[in-house]
């Protein structure tokens, strides 16, 4: 039996282990991304329409008066999935395939005012079996395991579910935990 299946689960806590704040990140000289490799992670924005145009995700740096604003978030630089006139209206997907292992929880900021355009937030394990959504929604989108699901299973990617638009949704402050023992 493992640790974690034990009756008082009060000894254990959610550990931080890798935050994304995105600060680091400039627009490339060479065009616009539809990859960033990132310390703690990697985003993908993907097509979902075959022969799409798709969208690309940019760097932006936003002020403290911007409308995007989330409690206690989204400052400094952030990510923009932007498409374009050519690809406005069409079905894509923001990958974001964490680096870490056994990540038990996954955080991070979604902007209030751009957030109409996403259908939902899927979790995935490395297996590509869907552990859990979310509705769309701005604001912190927070998604854990148990500490009973952590013994089987961890977070290894999340899938944003959008419609591409020439504006799109920002995304800041990427947080991974992971259910830790106190020692």
């Known amino acids: ?8 689960r009060n000894d254990y806590y959610l550990n931080l282990i890798g935050k994304e704040d995105f600060n680091n ?3 490339r000289l060479d065009g616009i991304p539809t990859k960033l490799e990132l310390t703690y992670c990697t985003m993908e924005a993907l097509s979902l329409v075959e022969n799409g145009y ?3 995700l940019k760097s932006v740096n936003l ?12 400052e400094g630089n952030a990510i923009r999935c932007s498409g374009s006139h050519f690809s406005e209206g069409e079905k894509g997907e923001l990958r974001i395939l964490l680096k870490s292992e056994k990540v038990h929880r996954v955080r991070f ?8 355009g996403i259908s939902e937030y899927k979790y ?7 552990l859990g959504s979310i509705s769309s929604r701005g604001g912190w989108i927070d998604f854990q395991l148990s500490l009973a699901e952590s013994e ?14 020439i504006v799109g949704p920002l995304v800041d402050s990427l947080e991974m935990w992971r259910w830790t023992a106190y020692s």
């Open 54 to 56: 798709g969208f690309v």
């Open 1 to 8: 039996m493992s640790d974690a299946s034990r009756d008082n």
């Open 124 to 130: 995935f394990d490395k297996a590509g079996k869907e």
């Open 25 to 27: 990140v400039r627009p």
């Open 109 to 116: 900021a979604v902007d209030a005012f751009y957030h109409v």
């Open 152 to 165: 089987q299973t961890s977070i290894a990617y999340v899938s944003v579910f959008l419609t591409v638009d």
């Open 63 to 74: 002020n403290v008066g911007d409308r995007q604003y989330v409690e206690g978030q989204i």
